[in-house]
């Protein structure tokens, strides 16, 4: 089992920026890829940003790329999300999830991979 705790959501104007962490604590946490996804009001939760476990493969979605990045501190069992530039449109509750990779180093985009999900941390931006 893996507990998954997300914060450094908020609100903040478009334009902005904020950091998201995911501590994760029950297994070696070395041994997960980490994704982060998003749901909006009255929409499907989608794929953000996934890393994977040793770090040197990312993979982001193509709304966020040059904005978004996702990065993991293996020592703190804690994986980011720095967000620059947001817009409007990113406002949404952000995941995280562990995937459980049985010892290969990708990083995915696919939901149903993943084992386990935080709780999520809302995320608001104004106009």
């Known amino acids: 089992q893996v507990q998954l705790v997300e914060s450094g959501g908020g609100l903040v104007q478009a334009g902005g920026s904020l950091r998201l962490s995911c501590a994760a604590s029950?297994?070696?946490?070395?041994?997960?890829?980490m994704g982060w996804f998003r749901q909006a009001p009255g929409k499907e939760r989608e794929f953000v940003a996934a890393?994977?476990?040793?770090?040197?493969?990312?993979a982001v979605v193509d709304s966020v790329k040059g904005r978004f990045t996702i990065s993991r501190d293996n020592a703190r069992n804690t994986v980011y999300l720095q967000m620059n530039s947001l817009k409007p449109e990113d406002t949404a509750l952000y995941y995280c999830?562990?995937?459980?990779?049985?010892?290969?180093?990708?990083?995915?985009?696919?939901?149903?991979?993943?084992?386990?999900w935080g709780q999520g941390t809302q995320v608001t931006v104004s106009s």
């Open positions: 999830a562990a995937d459980n990779t049985g010892g290969l180093d990708y990083a995915t985009t696919r939901q149903y991979q993943y084992d386990y």
């Open positions: 029950g297994r070696t946490f070395s041994n997960y890829a």
């Open positions: 890393i994977s476990q040793s770090g040197r493969k990312t």
